[in-house]
């Protein structure tokens, strides 16, 4: 599983991998399949009631509300502009917040480094 902040599109995008089961020509396989969910967050920080409906009883829901109350304390709204630098190399350009299954915290990550960072499992 993994959870990031988009700045640029105001939305945490949440990504896991599920297993499921497939029959094609009368034989069963399982393959993983790739699923998401965006919510949109609003300027002050709060997630866009309308996708709090429509996703409010998804297992995945509270994860994404949590990641929120962290954000919130990190005061990453409207934008994430404090010293927050790559945990990878180091850099604060284009530094986005992502959620750390790990450890349950915030990782900030540059775009470079999105996929490749040792700390993710997306």
């Known amino acids: 599983m993994s959870m990031r902040f988009d700045q640029e599109r ?43 409906r429509r996703h409010a009883k998804h297992p995945m829901f509270p994860i994404i509300s949590r990641f929120n109350k962290m954000l919130n304390r990190m005061e990453c709204f409207p934008r994430c502009e404090k010293e927050y630098v790559c945990a990878v190399c180091g850099t604060d350009h284009d ?28």
């Open 10 to 52: 105001k939305r945490i995008i949440c990504r896991w991998v599920e297993p499921t089961k497939i029959v094609m020509n009368k034989k069963e396989g399982v393959i993983n399949r790739s699923r998401m969910i965006t919510v949109k967050v609003n300027d002050n920080g709060k997630l866009n009631s309308k996708d709090i």
């Open 95 to 122: 530094v986005s917040p992502h959620y750390d299954s790990e450890r349950g915290a915030i990782v900030c990550l540059c775009r470079e480094h999105l996929n490749e960072s040792p700390k993710m499992d997306a």
